[in-house]
């Protein structure tokens, strides 16, 4: 809970600067780049959030990588400032929640849906759709493959759950037949 609570506080500020400074993608561009680059050297991830490293060595270390990324002077700011406040451990999270009020920010919404066999680009698409008439938003599917659905398709934006997998078809008629209200 905590980790959200940081995660949002960061990514809120940095936000409210990229949207001033019409940086909104750039910015996430960059956390993205620098977050895939500590997860490929976990060597310097460690560094960074070692508290055994002085913090001169610590911004040091960032520093010669933040050239080497290009990284603009906003989003080396932000980083040194979790370098000082010893929160380098949730730049992960902080970059997920900037994804996601980059989506709101842009009136998009991220639906995973599934389906027990692959589905055809073209149905995906009218999925939606079908979807973005619902929400009155831009979708972006994340589709995944799941056999245990048996049939059918589930749609899943947020809180909000379209099942209309046999799976849960045959587990609402097996509680209905345990109810008794058959016949």
Do not use: W
Request: aromatic letters at 8%.
């Amino acid at each position: 809970m905590k980790n959200l609570i940081i995660a949002k506080r960061y990514s809120k500020a940095l936000f409210n600067l990229a949207e001033e400074g019409r940086m909104i993608e750039q910015y996430g561009e960059e956390l993205d780049n620098f977050v895939r680059l500590l997860g490929k050297l976990p060597e310097l991830a460690d560094a960074l959030r070692n508290p055994l490293f002085p913090e001169a060595t610590r911004k040091a270390i960032f520093a010669a990588v933040a050239e080497q990324l290009a990284l603009t002077p906003i989003v080396r700011s932000f980083i040194n400032l979790l370098i000082v406040k010893k929160r380098v451990e949730h730049l992960e999270s902080i970059a997920q929640y900037y994804h996601r009020l980059i989506d709101e920010y842009s009136n998009v919404a991220r639906a995973q849906v599934k389906a027990a066999i692959d589905l055809d680009e073209k149905v995906i698409q009218e999925i939606a759709k079908t979807l973005e008439k619902m929400t009155g938003k831009k979708i972006v599917v994340e589709f995944q493959k799941d056999p245990s659905l048996i049939g059918g398709v589930l749609a899943q934006i947020g809180d909000f759950v379209l099942d209309g997998s046999v799976k849960r078809q045959l587990l609402n008629f097996k509680e209905t037949l345990k109810r008794g209200a058959l016949g």
